[in-house]
């Protein structure tokens, strides 16, 4: 697995369990439903605005 596209997360059981359901009932892959939901989650707060750093980011310096 390609480390630098994919991170893993820790979540309950009952979310889990939550989470399995709305992909199934969606046809999406447990991944895939992550992604969506915190897409659609991220667009309603925030719109178009890229996302900034966060963890697993590299600040990039201007050198001019």
């Excluded at 667009?43 to 750093?53: A, C, D, F, H, I």
């Amino acid at each position: 697995m390609d480390i630098t596209k994919y991170k893993s997360v820790g979540v309950n059981l009952n979310a889990y369990n939550k989470l399995r359901k709305l992909a199934e009932d969606e046809h999406r892959n447990i991944g895939q439903q992550i992604s969506k939901l915190v897409n659609d989650e991220y667009k309603k707060l925030y719109g178009n605005e890229p996302p900034s750093g966060g963890i697993g980011s590299i600040a990039q310096k201007n050198t001019v």
